[in-house]
């Protein structure tokens, strides 16, 4: 017995070597996959702006970029709809948004198509090379909040927000948005065409306010009955007060047994 003491003290040893390099070299855990909000302010009724409609759903195809998860909004907005054509995804809520951006980047108006990267870059929506670079540098910032969604029942989406700056005023909002849309257009100006859509927001409201660095709420969705749920997807984000930025964000695709009307 005593000759086998010093034999089970040194596996030991090296079983307390092993596990100590092996934590020594233990990667890091992967960091947490940036979010990117893309707005694109457009309207059926305007001739310039089926490509930058184009633009916004190859940008949502293209999760990725430069390690960024880019998450795309098309705010159809209203203001065209008196020249002809009624565009059927137009909000006046929408309309205002955009207002709002054009104080906030000193604007003399809204105009279409607008993209909107993050809240802190503006430029014409049909640019693709302008909107690849504001969606890397908007990548490189660091992501302040941290956004999760979860359905806790079929209509029924917890939003919760940990981790954002005390000091800074942030409200949380969501979108409801649908893909693979399209509409014959019978008038205006691009009268004759069948105009496809990506990520239009069908949905958007605020939540509510951060409140020292948290947030969470248990949304009720109803899903109106001409919404295609496997082309539906949620998208929660945080944004500070005044400076527009957007600080954190999530998505997540719908419930498959979430029904019509509920």
């Known amino acids: 017995m005593k000759n086998r003491l010093p034999w089970l003290q040194g596996i030991l040893l090296l079983v307390v070597v092993a596990v100590l390099v092996a934590m020594a070299f233990k990667p890091p855990a992967p960091a947490k996959r ?4 893309v707005e694109l302010f457009t309207s059926e ?13 190859r940008l949502g195809q293209d999760l990725s970029s430069n390690g960024a998860e880019v998450l795309p909004l ?21 309309t205002e948004r955009q207002q709002s951006y054009a104080t906030r980047f000193r604007l003399e108006s809204p105009y279409t198509p607008q993209m909107v990267v993050d809240g ?15 969606i890397v540098q908007a ?18 989406l917890m ?31 691009n009268e004759g065409r069948t105009l496809r859509h990506s990520a239009v927001v069908r949905d958007f409201r605020l939540l509510g306010k ?16 001409d919404w295609k749920l496997q082309d539906l997807r949620a998208i929660a984000f945080v944004q500070m007060i005044p400076d527009a930025a957007i600080e954190g964000a999530a998505s997540i695709r719908f419930a498959s047994s979430l029904s019509a009307g509920n």
């Open 34 to 37: 940036k979010t990117v909000i």
């Open 45 to 57: 009724g305007c001739s310039s702006c089926p490509p930058a409609d184009a633009l916004l759903s």
């Open 74 to 94: 098309g705010f159809h907005v209203d203001y065209w709809d008196h020249q002809g054509w009624r565009d059927r995804f137009s909000s006046h809520a929408f």
């Open 120 to 134: 802190q870059t503006e430029f014409v929506g049909n640019d693709s090379g302008r909107a690849e670079n504001a």
């Open 139 to 156: 990548a490189a910032h660091e992501q302040e909040a941290d956004v999760q969604l979860a359905w806790t029942a079929p209509d029924k």
């Open 159 to 189: 939003v919760r927000v940990t981790g954002a700056k005390n000091a800074k005023p942030a409200e949380v909002r969501l979108a409801i948005t649908e893909d693979n849309l399209s509409s014959n257009v019978a008038r205006g100006e």
């Open 210 to 225: 951060v409140s020292n660095g948290e947030f969470q709420k248990e949304v009720t969705i109803k899903r109106e009955k």
